[in-house]
C-alpha cells in the first residue's frame, strides 16, 4: 500500500521488558514523527526526524525511549524496561518539507504494558 | 501551559446542529493552522488548514483564524453521524507538528 504502515498493530508486554514498534513511512517522504497518544488525551510529540538532519528528541520522555531511523526510511521506536504508564497508542507519521505539508498518520501500535 | 489548548468534550449533538470546535494558542509564531479528524482506532487525517487570520470554507467545513486572540475555530455545518470522530487541531513549529488535546464528537441520528 500507499500508506504509513505500523507494526505490530497490537503488543501486550509483561513491565520490564523492551518493546520495539516499526514505522514503514510513505516513499519518497522526508520527515518522520512518532507521538504517543494516551487515553482520551491529544497526541504527545515524541521525536522527529527530518533527512540526515539530527532528530529532534526534545519529546522523548525519558531515557528508556529511543528512535532511529535507518537509510531515511523506516523507523524503529525502542522502549526499555516497559512501565504501566507506557500503556498507549503510538501513532508515526510521515510528511515532505515544508510548513504546511500534510503529515499523513500510520494507524498506530496500541501498547498494553501489563 | 500548553501551547495549544482544546476543550475536550465529548460533545454531542444532534443530527443536522451546527457543530463549533475551538482552540487557543499561545505561540504568536504560528503561522498555519491545521484541523485533524481521528475515527476511532484510526490514524489523524488532515481536514483543512489554513494561513493567516480569515476564514476558510470546504463544503460544510469552514475554518476561522483570528490570530489577534490567538484563537481558531472549525464549524460543521448539517453535522452527520458519518462526522461523529475526535477533532484535532495542530499548528506546525519547528518542522514538527503540536496537537491540541482533540474534541470528541458523537452526532445523534
Known amino acids: 500500500g500507499a500508506g504509513v504502515s505500523q507494526s505490530p498493530s497490537n503488543k501486550v508486554t509483561e513491565k520490564g521488558k523492551d518493546v520495539e514498534l516499526r514505522c514503514d513511512p510513505i516513499s519518497g517522504h522526508t520527515a518522520l514523527y512518532w507521538y504517543r497518544q494516551s487515553l482520551g488525551q491529544g497526541l504527545e510529540f515524541l521525536i522527529y526526524f527530518q533527512g540526515n538532519s539530527a532528530p529532534d528528541k526534545s519529546g522523548l520522555p525519558s531515557d528508556r525511549f529511543s528512535a532511529e531511523r535507518t537509510g531515511g526510511s523506516v523507523s524503529t521506536l525502542t522502549i526499555q524496561r516497559t512501565q504501566q504508564e507506557d500503556s498507549a497508542v503510538y501513532l508515526c507519521?510521515?510528511?515532505?518539507?515544508?510548513?504546511?505539508?500534510?503529515?499523513?498518520f500510520g494507524q498506530g501500535t496500541r501498547l498494553t504494558v501489563v | 501551559q500548553k501551547e495549544v489548548e482544546q476543550d475536550p468534550g465529548p460533545l454531542s449533538v444532534p443530527e443536522g446542529a451546527i457543530v463549533s470546535l475551538n482552540c487557543t494558542y499561545s505561540n504568536s509564531a504560528f503561522q498555519y493552522f491545521m484541523w485533524y479528524r481521528q475515527y476511532s482506532r484510526k490514524g489523524p487525517e488532515l481536514l483543512m488548514y489554513t494561513y493567516s487570520s480569515g476564514n476558510k470554507e470546504d463544503g460544510r467545513f469552514t475554518a476561522q483564524v483570528d490570530k489577534s486572540s490567538k484563537y481558531i475555530s472549525l464549524f460543521i455545518r448539517d453535522s452527520q453521524p458519518s462526522d461523529s470522530a475526535t477533532y484535532l487541531c495542530a499548528m506546525p513549529t519547528g518542522g514538527k507538528l503540536i496537537f491540541g488535546q482533540g474534541t470528541e464528537l458523537s452526532v445523534k441520528p
Open positions: 507519521a510521515s510528511s515532505g518539507t515544508g510548513l504546511n505539508t500534510e503529515a499523513f
